[in-house]
């Protein structure tokens, strides 16, 4: 993955999920944000080639990283970003998503980012706007930026992904990050392993070709990466797990179940994290093994790099 | 009226066992005087005009015994006119309409209301069922008897289900005693929650949540284990797994029931909602190929009764949303028979079959001379061209609301014209 290849074109006009992208639009869009990792250490962080162009941040769930990060990337792009305010809005007066699309679509946006509490939200709006959709989280479908960047993360350390092996732990019923991530290291050819109590394990997920695990320390087994999921209690609505004192036992990242991964090993996690929940907190600080932070710090080079390619 | 002449046809009634080619006669009174291959060009007066059939079919009506009408309360979705428009283009004659209107059917007073419109408004037969709770709470009984004298043909929540196993034992026996017709949609509550498509692999990737075919076999079991004791007269709405069909073939010997299917889940699978597509939400769910395999496979075997349209029509607007918000059901009554007519150009079920599971079998769970052509009957029937090739086109459908699953879908199998009472009140 060395050479530019600026002429190159994205094969979709939106950006719904990793699903409907191919290796190649994966390798464009990673190369395009190496070069922004090196342009956000810099002392001048903004460049102006999406200068004159408008980009509207539709955010129906709360958000910190990915709101920020998408809005900063507009921002050192010289896009004019505008955020709309869900709570102030029409929508809250009833307004349906089609009808507000058809509002946004009259001021001629050029690119639109959504994230909304339903899967599929951004495939409906993507059907009623002229301009480009990305999709920052749809339901638990897929959140292909955030698999975009931690695939960016994971090449940043470990130099290729193509043969590691990862486990993807927690909450996956609930999880977009999960469902994004699956797709998109099993297509660079990552082995994946997948670890959840039964209770959070979406039905058939083995037939997205994955290994499935229910107990923790053969999940990590000689694993290279270990992504760990917020437990999103909030998206429980009857009971799950008997508590979150007995899932930190069994499925909360300690050291003595990371002793069972590879001695280099790196931890993730898309945040924002439970401490005490599903990571021991000091694992998580821990800068040797975890690139939490880093995952940030590249997010926004990832939604650099979309914003430019999606937009053009 | 005229007496007239049909000849030539290829006719089927399957509660007369009448499957060759042959003639109708309806006479005066729009009643039929005779029917079968003994009718033909030799033994009808030579001066009498006939109508030559050759190459068509004539089927009784069709009975569908699951449709939902906006009246009272969505007249903006569908009215007891248009309802009966979409029907006659479809073949259909009698319709049994589910009580989930606004208010919704569960006390004498307004049943008056619902014959008086269904009769001034609507030109095929309808059968009004009365919910079995009061609102739909699954909590009180309805006055089944009182209903019932009014002229109510059947109980059920329609697209709810009674949930309490003490109030359902308690709605058998009541329905035992006074000789009711207890339909029930098989699904239970809290292992179908906040589900909106079959839970496997499609749910996964769509990240919906999904509905486990479990929650329509545990109410099935729960029910025929309950009508073990209980034997009233007892009809599963709709089933939609291989799991549902397991339970019904090891319980068909043992007790008498009877058991529905949509014609959307025999002929679509999961696959089918492809992009999200809402009008594809239906319940029960779409479920996988080897679902959709086993319900064909249960027609043939007997262990399904009828066919059903599962007609809910939805405005434009309560589908425009996304998947999770989108209403549920599909608007089919007018593609009922040309759908179910697949079955038999894929060589899935024979054609006597077919018919029979939209005729007579409903009309003999409901206790109604209707579905046949016995003489001295009212002569209503369909004349279909069953080979006519036609698409599904949303702009086409004469149903007030054009939510239907199968847009595009090619089709083979029209209806020509229907007959109500020997008058032709549809006509292609």
Redesign the interface.
Known sequence: MASFKKAVKISQKHLLGI?DLSINDINIILNEAKDFISLNKSKNKKIDILRGKTQINLFFEPSTRTQSSFELAGKRLGADVMSMNITNSAIKKGE???DTAMTLNAMHPDIIVIR?Q????C??LSQKVNCSVLNAG?????HPTQALLDALTIIDRKKKIQGLRIAICGDILHS?VA?SNIYLLNMLGAEVNIVAPSNLM????E??GINKFTDMKKGVKDCDIVMMLRLQNERM??SFLSSNREYYEYYGLTPDKLSFAKEDALIMHPGPMNRGIEIDTKLADDINKSVIKEQVELGVAVRMACLKLFCE | MKKQYFLNAYIIDPKNSIDEIGGLIVNENGKIEAVGKKVNKNNIPSREKFINLEGKHIFPGIVDMRVFVGEPGYEYKENFRTLSNAALAGGVTSVVTMPNTQPVIDNVSIVDFLKRRGRDKAKINIYPTATLTKNLEGKNMTEFGLLQNKGIIGFTDGVKTIQNSRLMSRIMRSAYDLGSLVIQHAEDYELAENGTVNDGIISTKLGLQGITDLAEKVIIERDLTLLEDLNCRYHIAQISSSKSVEVIKYKKNEIDFTTGVSINNLSLNENDIGDFRTFLKLSPPLRREEDRLALVQGLKDGLIDVIVSDHKPEDEESKRLTFAQAATGASGIETLLPLSLELYHNDSVKLFKIIELLTHSPAKILNIDKGNMSIGNDADFCIVDINKPWVVKKEKMISKSKNTCIENKKLQGKVISTFIKGIELYKL
């Open positions: 699903q349906t998503l089609i909304h339903d899967s599929g939200a495939n409906l749809d339901g638990r479908r897929e977009r469902r979406p039905k058939d997920l037939k997205l609505t009857s």
